[in-house]
């Protein structure tokens, strides 16, 4: 059974990087038919879909978001991490990780968040 | 990108109780609507995929409908465990958009 866990420093201050890992169990960040996504939730607010990373590299952003994050994955490790610059109080945030998965419906398909983490709470504060 | 207008913001009902949850997409998403429960301290659960199909180890009281941009997810019969907040999520297009949530809360 594919697991998620999230990791990241707690809290940073304005202006700074941060990083935050997802490691995958029970799975492989090289299969074909998952993306891995990033999502976030700000305290009382809703859920803003980040990035996500197939497993050939290649990427997608929130245009939101596009000029300050980065989103890579290390197969040696089974793992993919999200990199956020310049941050600020609007930044703090739930952060979750989710395999991204194309499930078959009849003769078609769809994708959804099927596996998430428990997410990790960033706050930004000086 | 996509809009998703959730209603209600929150709800209070009781055990037993018929509870839904409408979703409207701002263009045509085909059938490709997700629902989310989220509880505090726990991960997100898939609930509904693809509109109405639902998640393998969902309980049968979810279940999900649609109507060209209008989503529906239904909760047959309210358990004190289903007191959580639910999100509705398109896949049809990046970037992915959610709905801004429906709280259940118990009467």
């Known amino acids: 059974q594919v697991q998620l866990q999230e990791s990241g420093p707690g809290l940073v201050k304005p202006s700074e990087t941060v990083s935050l890992t997802c490691g995958v169990s029970?799975?492989?960040?090289?299969?074909?038919?998952?993306?891995w996504s990033w999502i976030r939730q700000p305290p009382g607010k809703g859920l803003e879909w980040i990035a996500n990373?197939?497993?050939?590299?290649?990427?997608d952003y929130n245009p939101s978001l596009k000029s300050r994050v980065t989103i890579s994955q290390d197969t040696s490790k089974n793992q993919f991490s999200l990199k956020l610059t310049s941050v600020t109080a609007a930044d703090t945030a739930m952060y979750y990780c989710?395999?991204?998965?194309?499930?078959?419906?009849?003769?078609?398909?769809?994708?959804?968040?099927?596996?998430w983490g428990q997410g990790t709470m960033l706050t930004v504060s000086s | 990108d996509i809009q998703l207008t959730q209603s209600p913001s929150s709800l209070s009902a009781s055990v037993g109780d018929r509870v839904t949850i409408t979703c409207r997409a701002s263009q045509s998403i085909s059938s490709h609507l997700s629902w989310y429960q989220l509880k505090p301290g726990k991960a997100p659960r898939l609930l509904i995929y693809a509109a109405s199909s639902l998640q393998s180890g969902v309980p049968s009281r979810f279940s999900g409908s649609e109507s060209g941009t209008d989503f529906t997810l239904t909760i047959s019969s309210l358990e004190p465990e289903d007191i959580a907040a639910y999100f509705c999520q398109q896949s049809h297009s990046t970037p992915r958009t959610f709905g801004q949530g429906t709280k259940v809360e118990l009467k």
């Open positions: 989710a395999r991204d998965r194309v499930l078959p419906v009849g003769t078609t398909f769809s994708y959804a968040f099927d596996i």
């Open positions: 029970g799975g492989s960040v090289s299969s074909k038919t998952n993306y």
């Open positions: 990373i197939y497993y050939s590299g290649s990427t």
